[in-house]
């Protein structure tokens, strides 16, 4: 049997091709010689949401959301919000920013920087958004 998630995407692949049911069953019998999804492997699945590709479905991409935003205490709050708008004009998520708090100073979160090195960090922030033109 097949994990949830991936019988979900196929239903919804199928809801989102707009497919019958007789097509949809007859989908599977093509692709995976089986008359409905639950009767699926782990082996077969995958040539089953090919075709589903191959027929037009478009999967969704994860969520490139990310975490939320920190809370600053108010004397950090300025600084946080021009690094926030930084990453905003640049399209970039929260993750950037923790990334690049851990190459330049070792932290895991933008969250746990002090005072100076999170000027730095937003500093940094500026020159990148120079070399882009903005």
Excluded: C
């Amino acid at each position: 049997m097949i994990h949830r998630g991936k019988l979900a995407q196929i239903h919804i692949a199928k809801s989102q091709l707009g497919l019958s049911d007789d097509e949809y069953r007859a989908l599977l019998g093509r692709v995976a010689d089986v008359s409905s999804a639950k009767q699926l492997t782990n082996r077969n699945v995958g040539a089953v949401i090919n075709e589903l590709q191959r027929l037009g479905w478009k999967p969704k991409p994860a969520s490139k959301a990310g975490r939320k935003a920190p809370r600053p205490p108010r004397n950090r709050a300025t600084v946080m919000r021009k690094v926030e708008a930084l990453l905003a004009d640049a399209g970039r998520p929260w993750a950037y920013a923790d990334g690049m708090a851990k190459h330049m100073f070792g932290a895991d979160r933008v969250d746990w920087l002090d005072d100076d090195q999170l000027i730095r960090l937003m500093q940094g922030l500026v020159i990148d958004a120079n070399r882009r033109g903005q």
